[in-house]
C-alpha cells in the first residue's frame, strides 16, 4: 500500500461543476504538496501547504494534518482544467500520490 | 527563459547503450533532482543534490549515475540501458531543499528503450 493515496484515480466531470481530490497519508509529513500535470506533459506546482487552507483562483487546497487528509477542490470547472493531479507529501523527500486523471467535457 | 531546462526531450535508444539526460536551472536554486515517472503515471524520487552534493539516492541501479558539475547543473548518465529504464524523467529544482519547498520542473525526457 502505497503511503500517500489518492482517490479517484479518474473522473469525469461536465464543464462548471465543482470536483473534489482526495489525498490522505499515512507518514509524517511537514507538508503536502499539489502537482498538475498537463497532456504535454509538463509539471507544475499548484499548491504547498501545511495546515488549513490555500485559494489560487478558482482552486483550493485543505489539510487536515490530525486526519492525514487533504483535498483539492475546483471551482467552475472548465476543459482546461483537465490534467493529472498529484498529491505529494514531505517528509525528507517528496512521496508522491497515484495521480487522479481529470477529463473536463464541455 | 525556461527555468529549469532538460534536453533531450525524446530519447530512443537500443537496449545496451549508453545515455545522458541534461538539466540546467537558471533559477539560483541550491537542490536539484531527479524523478523518474513509470507508465502509470507514478513519480519517485532518483537523487537529490544540494550544492553538487548528493544528498538522497533512492536505491536507484549503478547504472544510473547523476553528474552536477555546479549547482546549476545537473546531469543523468545512464549505462548499460535496459528495457524497464523506458519512463519519463524529470528533472526539479527547489530553494534550498527542504521538502517544504516549491518545486520547479523541467518539461521532461521520454526515454523509450528498444
Known amino acids: 500500500k502505497n503511503e500517500v493515496e489518492q482517490s479517484p484515480q479518474n473522473l469525469t466531470a461536465q464543464e462548471g461543476e465543482f470536483i473534489t481530490i482526495n489525498c490522505s497519508y499515512s507518514v509524517g509529513i511537514s507538508a503536502l504538496h499539489w502537482l498538475q500535470q498537463h497532456p504535454g506533459g509538463g509539471i507544475v506546482s499548484l499548491f504547498m501547504?501545511?495546515?488549513g487552507k490555500k485559494k489560487h483562483g478558482r482552486l483550493i487546497a485543505t489539510i487536515n494534518i490530525q486526519e492525514k487528509h487533504s483535498s483539492l477542490h475546483i471551482t467552475a470547472s472548465h476543459p482546461r482544467d483537465s490534467a493529472v493531479y498529484i498529491c505529494?507529501?514531505?517528509?525528507?523527500?517528496?512521496?508522491f500520490g497515484t495521480g487522479t486523471l481529470l477529463a473536463v467535457q464541455p | 527563459d525556461t527555468a529549469v531546462s532538460q534536453t533531450p526531450k525524446y530519447l530512443v535508444t537500443q537496449m545496451g547503450n549508453d545515455k545522458s539526460i541534461k538539466c540546467e536551472q537558471n533559477l539560483g536554486h541550491d537542490t536539484m533532482y531527479w524523478y523518474k515517472q513509470d507508465s502509470k503515471k507514478f513519480l519517485k524520487i532518483m537523487f537529490s543534490?544540494?550544492?553538487?552534493?548528493?544528498?538522497i539516492n533512492e536505491t536507484v541501479p549503478n547504472r544510473f549515475s547523476p553528474k552536477s558539475p555546479d549547482k546549476a547543473h545537473l546531469n543523468l548518465h545512464i549505462n548499460s540501458l535496459e528495457l524497464g529504464d523506458s519512463a519519463v524523467y524529470f528533472c526539479?529544482?527547489?530553494?534550498?531543499?527542504?521538502?517544504?519547498?516549491?518545486?520547479?520542473f523541467g518539461s521532461g525526457t521520454q526515454l523509450s528503450v528498444l
Open positions: 543534490y544540494n550544492n553538487k552534493e548528493l544528498i
Open positions: 505529494a507529501g514531505a517528509t525528507n523527500k517528496l512521496i
Open positions: 501547504l501545511s495546515s
Open positions: 526539479a529544482s527547489s530553494q534550498e531543499g527542504g521538502a517544504g519547498e516549491k518545486l520547479f
